[in-house]
C-alpha cells in the first residue's frame, strides 16, 4: 500500500466514523455499533502508524514499502 492508498483508507475509515457516531447523537450506540466504531478507531489508528513510519523511512533513505501494519496492541500502546 502507497501512501496515497493509506491516505485513502484513512479517509474512508473517517467518514464511517463520523456516521456512526453523528447517526446516534442522543440515543447512543447499540453493541454492535459501539464494536463497530472501536474496529473503526483501531483501524484509522493503524492507518496513521504505517503512513507515519512510511514518512520516516523515506526520510531516512529506506524504503517506505518495508513499512508494515503493526497490531492493535502495539498502536493502541502509544501515547498521543
Do not use: F, K, T
Request: glycine fraction near 6%; include cysteine.
Amino acid at each position: 500500500m502507497d501512501d496515497a492508498e493509506v491516505v485513502a483508507r484513512i479517509n474512508q475509515l473517517v467518514e464511517e466514523e463520523h456516521r456512526l457516531e453523528e447517526g446516534h447523537v442522543g440515543d447512543g450506540l447499540d453493541e454492535d455499533q459501539a464494536a463497530r466504531l472501536r474496529s473503526v478507531e483501531v483501524a484509522l489508528d493503524q492507518c496513521w502508524d504505517l503512513l507515519r513510519q512510511r514518512r520516516a523511512r523515506r526520510s531516512a533513505g529506506q524504503d517506505p514499502d518495508g513499512a508494515e501494519v503493526r497490531p492493535p496492541q502495539v498502536v493502541e500502546r502509544y501515547r498521543q
